[in-house]
């Protein structure tokens, strides 16, 4: 399936980041089944960045590890943004150090971060236990897909809608 993945950042990181964050990215919309052509943002930037956003848009002064913004419905008639599904912003720094006490990679990490930002993008959620389930067992097979099948999220980082 094609689907168009834009990897974006605000610092230098190696392209082998974005490279993966892409991959993982692909591999959620793959196993979702997403529409042809859907298309998204992926931001790797610093933890104050990410801080920003989650101040400025969800009213709470600190840093998470991903942030998910979905469009929303295109205005009628707008075309080109029919299939745009949204921005994802990742700290790559808070994904490095979670990465390092969990005991795996930042690539790893940071891949969990953009599976689990598509999955939001595409209408999951955890905000209760069902819901978390839900998203959980859709994020661990994709993860599978990746052969990352060991990593899990870091529970009290991911109140990231």
Do not use: C
Request: net charge negative; charged share 25%.
């Amino acid at each position: 399936m094609s689907y168009t993945i834009d990897v974006q950042s605000t610092r230098r990181y190696p392209p082998e980041l974005a490279q993966a964050v892409a991959r993982a990215a692909h591999e959620a919309l793959t196993h979702s089944a997403a529409t042809a052509g859907a298309a998204l943002t992926i931001l790797l930037s610093d933890d104050d960045y990410v801080r920003e956003l989650n101040r400025h848009y969800r009213n709470e002064d600190m840093t998470t590890d991903v942030l998910s913004f979905p469009a929303g419905e295109p205005l009628p008639g707008d075309v080109e943004a029919a299939g745009y599904l949204g921005d994802i912003a990742i700290a790559v720094p808070t994904a490095e150090r979670q990465a390092a006490a969990k005991g795996h990679t930042a690539p790893a990490e940071l891949q969990l971060l953009a599976v689990h930002g598509v999955l939001h993008l595409l209408g999951y959620d955890h905000l209760d236990v069902a819901e978390k389930a839900a998203m959980w067992r859709e994020q661990a097979a994709v993860l599978r897909r990746l052969g990352l099948e060991g990593i899990q999220p870091t529970e009290e980082e991911h109140d990231d809608r």
